[in-house]
T-cell receptor
Framework: DTGVSQDPRHKITKRGQNVTFRCDPI?????LYWYRQTLGQGPEFLTY????????KSRLLSDRFSAERPKGSFSTLEIQRTEQGDSAMYLC????????????FGSGTRLTVV | AQSVTQLDSQVPVFEEAPVELRCNYS??????LFWYVQYPNQGLQLLLK??????LVKGINGFEAEFNKSQTSFHLRKPSVHISDTAEYFC?????????????FGTGTRLKVLA
């Protein structure tokens, strides 16, 4: 297992377009998280899955954002009608049940909205 | 609610010198504490964590941190830094009773090691 994978690494899109990012967690990890990181800031929590259930969503996650984790494996994060303010690094992380192990983060997807 | 303050946005230090990166947190409930490192265009890598027990925690790459409950601090230290330690360092907390275990991160400290 090579860790948490995110695809694509970089995405440039025009304002108003829809984008989708994918995250493949470590296979035995049942918890999956999405965070957003803007320039000069720490990552901010967006949403959390335990297996296939989305158990918590941040108020940062507007109606234009949706996340799924079908069958409790990979996850997708979709942004509809992108805005320039959506430009950020989107980070995925996974962890085992029982938090003692902390998270493993992916390398992130950098989104630029032009 | 929890919050994390990293007072130093940038810390320049010469190679082989010691360094301390400061982290203070605010929380009305007990928390777990973490330090992560982020190299350019990469995700975050766990350096060390405090969950319970000894307040002095040792992590990877020679880093250590001390949990001080009375001062609500969790400062990161390294006795002798290398050029390769140049990166951004983030302190984070999460509630011990949180079912989600979502992190609250600080704004980061950029460590620049000079030759």
């Amino acid at each position: 297992d090579t860790g948490v994978s995110q695809d694509p690494r970089h995405k440039i899109t025009k304002r108003g377009q829809n984008v989708t990012f994918r995250c493949d967690p470590i296979s035995e990890h049942n918890r999956l998280y999405w965070y957003r990181q803007t320039l000069g800031q720490g990552p901010e929590f967006l949403t959390y899955f335990q297996n296939e259930a989305q158990l918590e969503k941040s108020r940062l996650l507007s109606d234009r954002f949706s996340a799924e984790r079908p069958k409790g494996s990979f996850s997708t994060l979709e942004i509809q009608r992108t805005e320039q303010g959506d430009s950020a690094m989107y980070l995925c992380a996974s962890s085992l049940e029982g938090f003692r192990y902390g998270y493993t983060f992916g390398s992130g997807t950098r989104l630029t909205v032009v | 609610a929890q919050s994390v303050t990293q007072l130093d946005s940038q810390v320049p230090v010469f190679e082989e010198a010691p360094v301390e990166l400061r982290c203070n947190y605010s929380s009305s409930v007990s928390v777990y504490l973490f330090w992560y490192v982020q190299y350019p265009n990469q995700g975050l890598q766990l350096l060390l964590k405090y969950l319970s027990g000894s307040t002095l925690v040792k992590g990877i790459n020679g880093f250590e941190a001390e949990f001080n409950k009375s001062q609500t601090s969790f400062h990161l230290r390294k006795p002798s830094v290398h050029i390769s330690d140049t990166a951004e360092y983030f302190c984070a907390v999460t509630r011990t009773t949180s079912g989600t275990y979502k992190y609250i991160f600080g704004t980061g400290t950029r460590l620049k090691v000079l030759a």
